[in-house]
């Protein structure tokens, strides 16, 4: 059986705490031999850790996502160093920028709050891409409705980390000026939507080698499970529609999406 990795999922979220051991064993049987386990602020991010340490093919992505910033401190660069400093982190994020839901869209709130609140989320984003460079990790990035925004605030990263936009969901042309900045994309279940043809021209156009495979459970189940909770072991039938659209075997997707990967979080030198 191809192996492949689940490069993102929330394992910490509750949908998962019931029967987090079988959700582990399920993806292990479906050949899904690592799962990278996101934070998305300190606390999840503590836990992401602990998985880590308890899964043996578990691994943590430590970082406050950009929709929950309101709630994050001003600066939590001390934090984000001591978190990656811990075994088994891979990466930090998911961090970026997401002007989907702006506080506006609410009663009470200004278009005065949607300018605090991109740029509380450019401030964090930036503290990411700070201490990534610092200490030699690469950044897990959710964009939402912003696209050059945040590949403006990666930009003078970019010598120095990688980003991996998580959850791609854009055209051709912007997933080539994110390869060209020596970043990478990743596809979820939505390769697999009826609706998505957008997603997969996208990624019949990005070389093997420059993409990798997620889940983002427990939201994004593929077919036949749309709408139902996802899971890490469903990313074999995002790699079964992922392989049809690159028109390669799933041996060889399995062969590349895992050396991307491996080169992008290097996980046998975070033991
Ligand atoms: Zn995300
Ligand atoms: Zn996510």
Redesign the pocket.
């Known amino acids: 059986m191809p192996a492949f990795y689940d490069t993102?999922a929330?394992l910490t979220y509750p949908d998962f705490a019931s029967e987090l051991p079988q959700v582990v064993a399920r993806a292990e049987n479906a050949g899904i031999q690592r799962i990278i386990s996101?934070g998305?602020d300190l606390e999840s991010s503590r836990r992401a850790i602990a998985l880590a340490q308890q899964f043996p093919n578990v691994y943590a992505v430590v970082g406050w996502h950009p929709s929950d910033v309101l709630e994050a401190p001003e600066d939590i660069r001390r934090e984000l160093r001591e978190l990656a400093a811990q075994p088994k982190v891979v990466a930090l994020g998911?961090t970026g920028l997401d002007y989907y839901r702006l506080p506006s869209r609410k009663p009470g709130f200004t278009e005065a709050d949607d300018e605090q609140y991109k740029q509380k989320q450019a401030d964090l984003f930036r503290q990411h891409l700070e201490v990534a460079a610092e200490v030699g990790l690469n950044c897990v990035i959710?964009q939402r409705e912003c696209f050059e925004e945040t590949l403006a605030a990666l930009e003078p990263y970019a010598q120095r980390v990688r980003g991996v936009f998580?959850?791609f969901a854009n055209d051709t042309p912007a997933m080539q000026r994110i390869l060209a900045l020596g970043s990478l994309v990743s596809f979820t279940g939505i390769l697999t939507f009826k609706n998505g043809q957008n997603i997969r021209d996208t990624l019949s156009a990005t070389p093997l080698g420059q993409f990798m495979l997620e889940t983002?459970s427990p939201f994004l189940a593929p077919v036949p499970y749309r709408g139902k909770r996802c899971e890490p072991a469903y990313v074999k039938e995002i790699s079964e529609v992922a392989a049809q659209v690159k028109g390669c075997s799933l041996e060889e997707l399995s062969e590349a999406t895992c050396r991307t990967a491996e080169a992008f979080f290097r996980f046998e030198s975070r033991p």
């Open positions: 993102h929330h996101i998305t998911e959710h998580h959850c983002d």
